[in-house]
């Protein structure tokens, strides 16, 4: 063999095989496609975390089941952060480094903007997180596809349903976590400016100054045990309007911490009812919890599988070998689509939905709508 020839095999071996690494570090193979998550498996909003991540997997595991997706099955490889932002952008770099096609699912407003430098400015999508404050809805974001609305369109509902009930004065009783305090920001923000008189925001547990305040309606901004403990107390020392909370105090989980004495509190949620059957995407859900062997469905695991519903039906669009360009195009043209009878327009502000609704807690602690 030539000179020529020997060096002309040898160069079209390397640039085989960096090609083959691009591919790897982009998170697809010939059999596989990797999605990174980091997201609270532990601390306090671990409740909700795990609950997202195993809707998730639920999911992504049915679909290996039956043979992936154009015949790669799909590796969410998933890392504790506690809901520490700093362990967060940690987190995001080791998944980064090991090679993903997307981030996926992460949890927290606060964590999402530690993490959201290290993909700033490149071509990674971070689908899903669980994250609502309004500003990851806007221009400033432009990686972030989010499957919630914001904060305002659940203070907005809050707001709408304490005016009929003639409950304009209103105090807000708030956790300091920072998911929390960004939904303190936006539920200021909104429901005064829709008429809402505020007339306190306090610490959970400022309950005694709260009730000084002879407020109508009382907004819990807090995750399901400390809204819980909140609430318990704001009922124990004889408050009797109406109690509200956002999705982040966990309806379900809300409910079954309270039982009884949760009668009459509202919740927004951003996804169905989890027991209402009328939904295809809830019939699979329980179909496949039931199969199995897993517990109650709840709104988040819900949220969760969901996603990844939604995340599984852009990778089939996306084509037989997808790359994160392809995988932006099937995002931007799902437009009013039905995933499982969920209504699916990221078409201008990267929002799958829009949608909120109320439940309310009956006198047997269960969700009502």
Do not use: C, W
Not at 105 to 128: E, H, M, N, R
Not at 339 to 367: E, N, P, T, Y
């Amino acid at each position: 063999m030539s000179i020529q020839s020997t060096l002309g095999a040898l160069l079209g071996a390397i640039l085989f095989t960096l090609s083959g690494v691009a591919g790897a570090q982009d998170g697809v193979t010939k059999t596989g496609i990797v999605l990174g998550q980091s997201v609270a498996l532990s601390g306090p909003a671990s409740s909700l975390g795990q609950a997202f991540a195993q809707g998730a997997k639920l999911y992504f595991d049915r679909v290996n089941g039956e043979g992936g997706v154009h015949g790669r099955t799909i590796d969410v490889v998933t890392l504790d952060d506690a809901g520490t932002p700093a362990t967060t952008l940690a987190n995001t770099k080791k998944l980064l480094a090991q090679g993903v096609l997307s981030l996926f699912g992460y949890y927290g407003s606060p964590q999402l903007t530690a993490a959201y430098p290290a993909i700033k400015d490149s071509d990674v999508l971070l689908f899903a997180p669980m994250a609502a404050a309004d500003e990851f809805r806007g221009a400033m974001y432009p990686n972030v596809y989010s499957l919630r609305p914001g904060y305002a369109e659940e203070a907005a509902a809050i707001t709408r349903h304490a005016e009929t009930l003639g409950a304009r004065k209103l105090v807000i009783l708030h956790s300091n976590d920072g998911e929390s305090m960004a939904a303190l920001d936006s539920a200021e923000r909104t429901m005064t400016s829709m008429g809402a008189d505020l007339l306190l925001k306090a610490p959970l547990e400022s309950v005694d100054k709260v009730l000084q305040a002879r407020p109508q309606s009382v907004l819990v901004i807090s995750e399901p045990k400390g809204a819980a403990t909140a609430i318990r107390t704001l009922r124990d020392k004889g408050f009797r309007g109406p109690v509200y909370g956002f999705s982040n105090t966990g309806e379900s989980l809300l409910a079954e911490l309270l039982g009884p004495i949760g009668a009459g509190v509202v919740v927004t949620r951003v996804v169905p009812k989890s027991d209402n059957f009328k939904m295809a995407v809830v019939r699979e859900l329980h179909a496949d919890m039931t199969a199995a062997k897993l517990g109650k469905p709840n709104v988040y695991l819900l949220e969760g599988y969901t996603a990844a519903r939604i995340y599984v039906a852009a990778l089939r669009s996306a084509g037989k070998d997808p790359t994160r360009a392809k995988l932006k195009k099937a995002f931007d043209s799902m437009v009013d689509v039905s995933i499982g009878d969920f209504r699916v327009h990221f078409a201008g502000d990267r929002v799958a939905s829009k949608m909120v609704q109320l439940g309310v807690i009956d006198g047997q602690g269960r969700v009502r709508d």
